[in-house]
Protein backbone atom coordinates (compact mmCIF):
# COMPACT_ATOMS: atom_id res chain seq x y z
CA UNK A 1 0.00 0.00 0.00
CA UNK A 2 1.51 3.23 -1.16
CA UNK A 3 2.16 5.82 1.84
CA UNK A 4 -0.33 9.44 1.46
CA UNK A 5 1.75 11.81 -1.16
CA UNK A 6 2.80 14.04 2.49
CA UNK A 7 4.22 11.42 3.94
CA UNK A 8 6.38 10.31 0.82
CA UNK A 9 7.70 14.36 0.97
CA UNK A 10 8.23 13.90 4.38
CA UNK A 11 10.50 10.92 4.29
CA UNK A 12 12.33 12.08 0.89
CA UNK A 13 13.41 15.38 2.75
CA UNK A 14 14.94 12.95 5.48
CA UNK A 15 16.66 11.30 2.98
CA UNK A 16 18.04 13.80 1.43
CA UNK A 17 18.89 15.48 5.18
CA UNK A 18 20.65 12.26 5.89
CA UNK A 19 22.76 12.06 2.74
CA UNK A 20 23.94 15.70 3.67
CA UNK A 21 24.92 14.71 7.32
CA UNK A 22 26.84 11.15 6.41
CA UNK A 23 28.07 13.00 3.16
CA UNK A 24 26.68 11.61 0.36
CA UNK A 25 26.89 13.92 -2.17
CA UNK A 26 25.13 16.94 -3.27
CA UNK A 27 21.25 17.09 -4.13
CA UNK A 28 20.46 15.79 -7.58
CA UNK A 29 20.05 19.28 -9.65
CA UNK A 30 16.60 20.22 -10.74
CA UNK A 31 14.80 21.44 -13.82
CA UNK A 32 14.04 25.25 -13.85
CA UNK A 33 11.42 27.11 -14.13
CA UNK A 34 11.42 30.38 -15.82
CA UNK A 35 9.99 33.70 -14.11
CA UNK A 36 9.13 34.86 -17.06
CA UNK A 37 6.54 32.73 -19.04
CA UNK A 38 6.85 29.70 -15.84
CA UNK A 39 7.91 27.08 -18.22
CA UNK A 40 9.96 24.31 -17.13
CA UNK A 41 13.83 24.75 -18.62
CA UNK A 42 16.78 22.60 -18.86
CA UNK A 43 18.86 22.25 -15.77
CA UNK A 44 22.00 24.53 -17.61
CA UNK A 45 19.75 26.55 -19.39
CA UNK A 46 20.21 30.08 -19.19
CA UNK A 47 17.46 31.49 -21.51
CA UNK A 48 14.03 29.70 -21.98
CA UNK A 49 13.44 27.79 -24.97
CA UNK A 50 9.42 29.04 -24.90
CA UNK A 51 9.82 33.11 -24.29
CA UNK A 52 13.25 34.00 -24.96
CA UNK A 53 13.74 35.33 -21.98
CA UNK A 54 16.75 34.82 -19.84
CA UNK A 55 16.38 32.75 -16.50
CA UNK A 56 18.94 35.05 -14.23
CA UNK A 57 16.91 38.13 -15.18
CA UNK A 58 15.04 39.55 -17.92
CA UNK A 59 12.61 42.49 -19.06
CA UNK A 60 9.97 40.14 -19.31
CA UNK A 61 10.24 38.58 -15.76
CA UNK A 62 10.30 42.16 -14.23
CA UNK A 63 7.53 43.28 -16.59
CA UNK A 64 5.41 39.95 -15.14
CA UNK A 65 6.28 41.22 -11.30
CA UNK A 66 5.11 44.96 -11.94
CA UNK A 67 1.91 43.82 -13.30
CA UNK A 68 0.99 41.23 -10.98
CA UNK A 69 1.77 43.81 -8.36
CA UNK A 70 -0.82 46.47 -9.83
CA UNK A 71 -3.19 43.60 -10.48
CA UNK A 72 -6.04 43.60 -12.68
CA UNK A 73 -6.04 42.81 -16.73
CA UNK A 74 -5.05 46.41 -17.67
CA UNK A 75 -1.83 47.69 -14.90
CA UNK A 76 -0.61 49.81 -17.11
CA UNK A 77 -3.92 52.13 -17.92
CA UNK A 78 -4.55 51.39 -13.96
CA UNK A 79 -1.08 53.19 -13.24
CA UNK A 80 -1.54 56.08 -15.73
CA UNK A 81 -5.25 56.57 -14.17
CA UNK A 82 -3.18 57.10 -10.17
CA UNK A 83 -0.28 59.12 -11.93
CA UNK A 84 -3.02 61.61 -13.70
CA UNK A 85 -4.95 61.91 -10.67
CA UNK A 86 -1.83 62.39 -8.08
CA UNK A 87 -0.72 65.07 -10.57
CA UNK A 88 -4.13 67.25 -10.75
CA UNK A 89 -4.40 66.53 -7.10
CA UNK A 90 -0.64 68.28 -6.50
CA UNK A 91 -1.47 71.26 -9.40
CA UNK A 92 -5.02 71.54 -7.28
CA UNK A 93 -2.74 71.74 -4.08
CA UNK A 94 -0.33 74.19 -5.79
CA UNK A 95 -3.47 76.48 -7.02
CA UNK A 96 -4.98 76.54 -3.88
CA UNK A 97 -1.74 77.65 -1.55
CA UNK A 98 -1.67 80.60 -3.89
CA UNK A 99 -5.14 81.44 -3.17
CA UNK A 100 -6.90 80.30 -6.06
CA UNK A 101 -10.41 78.85 -5.98
CA UNK A 102 -11.86 75.62 -7.14
CA UNK A 103 -14.06 75.22 -10.17
CA UNK A 104 -15.19 72.69 -12.20
CA UNK A 105 -14.48 74.30 -15.58
CA UNK A 106 -11.12 75.56 -14.52
CA UNK A 107 -9.55 76.88 -11.51
CA UNK A 108 -5.91 75.25 -11.97
CA UNK A 109 -3.69 78.12 -12.00
CA UNK A 110 -1.17 78.50 -15.13
CA UNK A 111 1.77 79.05 -12.51
CA UNK A 112 1.26 75.54 -11.43
CA UNK A 113 0.57 73.91 -14.71
CA UNK A 114 3.76 75.53 -15.84
CA UNK A 115 6.02 74.45 -12.49
CA UNK A 116 4.63 70.93 -13.07
CA UNK A 117 5.45 70.74 -16.41
CA UNK A 118 3.47 72.12 -19.28
CA UNK A 119 3.93 72.00 -22.66
CA UNK A 120 5.71 75.61 -24.17
CA UNK A 121 7.59 75.68 -27.27
CA UNK A 122 10.10 78.14 -25.75
CA UNK A 123 10.75 76.23 -22.70
CA UNK A 124 11.13 72.97 -24.81
CA UNK A 125 13.96 74.48 -27.30
CA UNK A 126 15.45 75.70 -24.18
CA UNK A 127 16.18 71.94 -23.29
CA UNK A 128 13.18 71.43 -21.18
CA UNK A 129 12.31 68.27 -23.88
CA UNK A 130 10.47 66.35 -20.57
CA UNK A 131 7.69 68.77 -20.97
CA UNK A 132 6.31 66.52 -23.69
CA UNK A 133 5.90 63.74 -21.54
CA UNK A 134 4.62 65.65 -18.48
CA UNK A 135 2.13 67.60 -19.74
CA UNK A 136 0.42 64.64 -21.04
CA UNK A 137 -0.05 63.97 -17.28
CA UNK A 138 -1.72 67.38 -16.41
CA UNK A 139 -4.87 68.94 -16.25
CA UNK A 140 -6.80 72.07 -15.86
CA UNK A 141 -9.70 71.26 -14.59
CA UNK A 142 -11.96 68.82 -13.04
CA UNK A 143 -14.02 68.37 -16.29
CA UNK A 144 -10.76 68.47 -18.33
CA UNK A 145 -9.33 65.31 -16.16
CA UNK A 146 -12.96 63.56 -15.63
CA UNK A 147 -13.80 63.41 -19.43
CA UNK A 148 -10.11 62.61 -20.35
CA UNK A 149 -9.73 59.40 -17.52
CA UNK A 150 -13.62 58.39 -18.74
CA UNK A 151 -11.77 57.90 -21.89
CA UNK A 152 -8.79 56.30 -20.61
CA UNK A 153 -10.53 53.75 -18.94
CA UNK A 154 -13.55 53.23 -21.78
CA UNK A 155 -10.67 52.05 -24.72
CA UNK A 156 -7.26 51.73 -22.74
CA UNK A 157 -8.10 48.41 -21.34
CA UNK A 158 -9.08 47.28 -24.39
CA UNK A 159 -5.70 47.71 -26.49
CA UNK A 160 -3.60 46.41 -23.58
CA UNK A 161 -4.98 42.93 -23.59
CA UNK A 162 -4.68 43.59 -27.73
CA UNK A 163 -1.11 44.78 -27.72
CA UNK A 164 0.05 43.49 -24.55
CA UNK A 165 1.41 45.96 -21.56
CA UNK A 166 4.98 47.02 -22.58
CA UNK A 167 3.87 47.78 -26.31
CA UNK A 168 0.67 49.37 -25.25
CA UNK A 169 2.94 51.67 -22.59
CA UNK A 170 5.10 52.70 -25.85
CA UNK A 171 2.45 53.69 -27.87
CA UNK A 172 0.69 55.53 -24.97
CA UNK A 173 3.23 57.89 -24.51
CA UNK A 174 4.80 58.12 -28.26
CA UNK A 175 1.76 59.23 -29.52
CA UNK A 176 1.29 62.18 -26.31
CA UNK A 177 4.83 63.37 -26.99
CA UNK A 178 4.00 63.49 -30.72
CA UNK A 179 0.82 65.13 -30.07
CA UNK A 180 2.19 68.26 -27.89
CA UNK A 181 5.02 68.26 -30.70
CA UNK A 182 2.55 68.92 -33.21
CA UNK A 183 1.19 71.50 -30.41
CA UNK A 184 4.49 73.41 -29.73
CA UNK A 185 4.82 73.97 -33.28
CA UNK A 186 1.50 76.09 -33.60
CA UNK A 187 3.42 77.92 -30.23
CA UNK A 188 0.08 76.21 -27.72
CA UNK A 189 0.79 76.15 -24.02
CA UNK A 190 -0.98 72.55 -23.55
CA UNK A 191 -1.81 70.29 -20.95
CA UNK A 192 -3.80 66.54 -21.26
CA UNK A 193 -3.79 63.22 -21.90
CA UNK A 194 -6.24 63.92 -24.97
CA UNK A 195 -3.58 63.89 -27.21
CA UNK A 196 -2.13 60.49 -26.11
CA UNK A 197 -6.30 59.23 -26.35
CA UNK A 198 -6.60 60.45 -29.64
CA UNK A 199 -3.31 58.58 -30.20
CA UNK A 200 -5.13 55.10 -28.85
CA UNK A 201 -8.49 56.47 -31.33
CA UNK A 202 -6.04 56.16 -34.10
CA UNK A 203 -5.03 52.77 -33.66
CA UNK A 204 -8.56 51.41 -33.46
CA UNK A 205 -9.28 53.47 -36.50
CA UNK A 206 -5.94 51.51 -37.84
CA UNK A 207 -6.86 48.34 -36.68
CA UNK A 208 -10.18 48.69 -38.12
CA UNK A 209 -9.04 49.12 -41.64
CA UNK A 210 -6.46 45.75 -41.43
CA UNK A 211 -9.35 43.60 -40.34
CA UNK A 212 -12.36 42.77 -42.71
CA UNK A 213 -16.02 42.10 -41.16
CA UNK A 214 -19.32 44.01 -40.72
CA UNK A 215 -18.24 44.54 -37.09
CA UNK A 216 -14.65 46.41 -37.94
CA UNK A 217 -17.00 48.27 -40.49
CA UNK A 218 -19.16 49.44 -37.84
CA UNK A 219 -16.53 50.22 -35.44
CA UNK A 220 -14.80 52.48 -38.08
CA UNK A 221 -17.67 54.40 -38.70
CA UNK A 222 -18.46 54.90 -34.93
CA UNK A 223 -14.88 55.82 -34.56
CA UNK A 224 -15.06 58.16 -37.22
CA UNK A 225 -18.27 59.91 -36.11
CA UNK A 226 -16.41 60.20 -32.84
CA UNK A 227 -13.23 61.97 -34.42
CA UNK A 228 -15.70 64.05 -36.42
CA UNK A 229 -17.37 65.09 -32.76
CA UNK A 230 -14.31 65.74 -30.81
CA UNK A 231 -12.96 67.59 -33.81
CA UNK A 232 -16.31 70.00 -34.21
CA UNK A 233 -16.12 70.75 -30.37
CA UNK A 234 -13.05 71.41 -30.54
CA UNK A 235 -13.39 74.12 -32.97
CA UNK A 236 -16.27 75.21 -31.00
CA UNK A 237 -15.12 76.16 -27.43
CA UNK A 238 -12.25 78.00 -26.45
CA UNK A 239 -8.77 76.68 -25.15
CA UNK A 240 -9.07 73.25 -27.21
CA UNK A 241 -6.15 71.98 -28.61
CA UNK A 242 -6.56 70.66 -32.17
CA UNK A 243 -3.47 70.36 -33.30
CA UNK A 244 -2.46 68.14 -30.09
CA UNK A 245 -5.71 66.44 -30.90
CA UNK A 246 -5.10 65.72 -34.83
CA UNK A 247 -1.11 65.19 -33.83
CA UNK A 248 -2.15 61.96 -31.73
CA UNK A 249 -4.48 60.82 -34.34
CA UNK A 250 -2.26 60.87 -37.25
CA UNK A 251 0.54 59.24 -35.06
CA UNK A 252 -1.53 56.79 -33.95
CA UNK A 253 -2.74 55.41 -37.14
CA UNK A 254 0.42 55.40 -38.72
CA UNK A 255 1.53 53.38 -35.66
CA UNK A 256 -1.22 51.22 -35.99
CA UNK A 257 -0.45 50.51 -39.36
CA UNK A 258 3.07 49.48 -38.00
CA UNK A 259 2.76 46.99 -35.35
CA UNK A 260 0.93 43.85 -35.59
CA UNK A 261 -2.31 43.93 -33.59
CA UNK A 262 -2.24 41.48 -31.30
CA UNK A 263 0.24 40.23 -28.49
CA UNK A 264 3.84 39.65 -29.55
CA UNK A 265 5.14 36.49 -29.90
CA UNK A 266 7.57 34.38 -28.39
CA UNK A 267 11.35 35.05 -28.82
CA UNK A 268 12.82 38.26 -30.20
CA UNK A 269 9.35 39.88 -31.17
CA UNK A 270 8.35 39.39 -27.15
CA UNK A 271 12.34 40.62 -26.47
CA UNK A 272 11.69 43.92 -28.42
CA UNK A 273 7.96 44.24 -27.25
CA UNK A 274 9.82 44.22 -23.26
CA UNK A 275 12.72 46.80 -25.04
CA UNK A 276 10.06 49.44 -26.06
CA UNK A 277 7.77 49.42 -23.06
CA UNK A 278 10.60 49.77 -20.39
CA UNK A 279 12.27 52.56 -22.16
CA UNK A 280 9.00 54.13 -22.18
CA UNK A 281 8.75 53.78 -18.69
CA UNK A 282 12.34 54.74 -18.50
CA UNK A 283 11.55 58.27 -20.30
CA UNK A 284 8.80 59.03 -18.36
CA UNK A 285 10.69 58.39 -15.34
CA UNK A 286 13.73 60.69 -16.42
CA UNK A 287 10.61 63.53 -17.57
CA UNK A 288 9.43 63.46 -14.10
CA UNK A 289 13.14 63.46 -12.47
CA UNK A 290 13.87 66.74 -15.20
CA UNK A 291 10.63 68.21 -14.31
CA UNK A 292 11.27 67.89 -9.90
CA UNK A 293 14.76 69.39 -10.40
CA UNK A 294 13.34 71.87 -12.03
CA UNK A 295 10.83 72.69 -9.75
CA UNK A 296 13.44 72.34 -6.55
CA UNK A 297 15.72 75.31 -8.30
CA UNK A 298 12.12 77.45 -8.37
Not at 80 to 97: C, E, F, K
Request: hydrophobic share 50%; glycine share 14%.
Amino acid sequence: MALPYRWQWRIERWKRALRGLLGGGEEQPRPKVCPACGALVGISATRCHECGSGINFSMAAASRKLSSFFGGRAPVTSVLLMVNVLLYGISLAMTAQAGGSFSLFGGISGHALNTLGASRIDLILAGQWFRLVTAMFLHGSLIHIGSNMMVLLDIGPTLEELYGSPRYLFLYVITGMFSFVVSALFGHLAVGASGALMGLIGLLLAITTKRGGVHMKVMRSRLLTWVVIIFLIGFSLPGVDNAAHFGGLAAGFVLGKVFADREPLAGAERQRAQALGWLAGLVVVASFAMMLKQFVKI
